[in-house]
């Protein structure tokens, strides 16, 4: 990647980031404890890749307002939550996560069962904010439809299910495949499509946009399964060899380390070979594609 691209997109990470926290809620009153915690949460770390794409795609299709800011804080708040309930001891038993204890190692188990709850639903009372700032209706109520579905058990939820109910079992590739789309593919496919919603993009492009967002998802989750085996935790933020240890099924241990690396471009390839064929201005996105799925952490 060109020194540009990088200046570019820490700039973008810092205004998506600021855009992200004007959202968050004061720690104040009887229930303190529980703000303390979601804002510990979101402000750990991370690429807010989520909130970028969603930006991005709406400004290719020509989207220039605020509001699409509510919506970029909703997709992150569940992106962290998914995240919290992911490292609890029921699920991952993790304790480091973007380099920092997790949050049930913080805040305890309970107040972070209760964050992951708090931040679903608040991204959704976030979301509806779109509507002060002067969106279109129809397109608000489009966008929360998809935010919904792709969040819930058609959608990350039921990912996640499959993929607690498999643990330590023998998975078959298309139960895994399942479990990737839905579980880390169904949150950037939401992220992409609300961003083509709300910019006013008619159905065959939010199509075309899924389709993007779900190979970028399946290249996303391979190369994170390549890196939890050749990375370490100093790079990735997060312990390394967590699969192996959770006795989790993965592409790589399915498909080897060769064969997941050379999938990662073929798919990669494929969504920005789509992307090409969409309108408007796509430089940065496609460079931001090819550096999600060739990151080092």
Request: proline fraction near 3%; aromatic fraction near 6%.
């Amino acid at each position: 990647m060109g020194s540009i691209f990088k200046d570019n997109l820490k700039q973008a990470v810092a205004e998506t980031e600021a855009i992200v926290y004007s959202y968050l809620p004061a720690e104040e009153g009887h229930q303190k404890t529980i703000f303390e915690a979601m804002n510990y949460s979101m402000k750990a770390g991370g690429k807010r890749l989520r909130p970028l794409l969603m930006h991005e795609v709406y400004k290719m299709f020509g989207g220039n307002g605020k509001d699409i800011e509510p919506f970029m804080a909703a997709i992150e708040m569940i992106h962290t939550s998914s995240l919290i309930h992911d490292d609890l001891p029921c699920m991952d038993n993790d304790e480091l996560r973007r380099g920092k204890p997790t949050t049930w190692k913080v805040y305890g188990y309970d107040m972070a069962v209760l964050a992951g709850d708090a931040l679903m639903i608040f991204a959704f009372e976030t979301a509806a904010k779109a509507l002060e700032l002067g969106a279109d209706a129809a397109r608000v109520v489009k966008a929360m439809g998809i935010l919904a579905a792709k969040t819930g058990i058609y959608g990350m939820i039921g990912g996640q299910t499959v993929d607690v109910e498999l643990t330590g079992k023998p998975v078959p590739r298309e139960k895994l495949d399942f479990i990737y789309r839905l579980k880390t593919g169904a949150l950037l496919e939401a992220s992409m499509m609300i961003g083509a919603v709300l910019a006013g993009a008619d159905e065959t492009q939010v199509k075309t946009v899924e389709s993007i967002a779900t190979d970028v998802g399946l290249a996303f989750q391979i190369q994170d399964d390549i890196l939890d085996v050749t990375s370490t935790a100093e790079v990735l933020g997060k312990p390394v060899l967590s699969d192996e240890k959770n006795s989790k099924t993965t592409y790589v241990t399915l498909e080897g380390l060769a064969k997941a690396k050379a999938d990662v471009k073929e798919i990669s390839d494929r969504a920005c070979e789509t992307l090409a064929d969409l309108p408007g201005e796509k430089e940065f996105l496609a460079q931001l594609i090819e550096m999600l799925v060739n990151r080092e952490n």
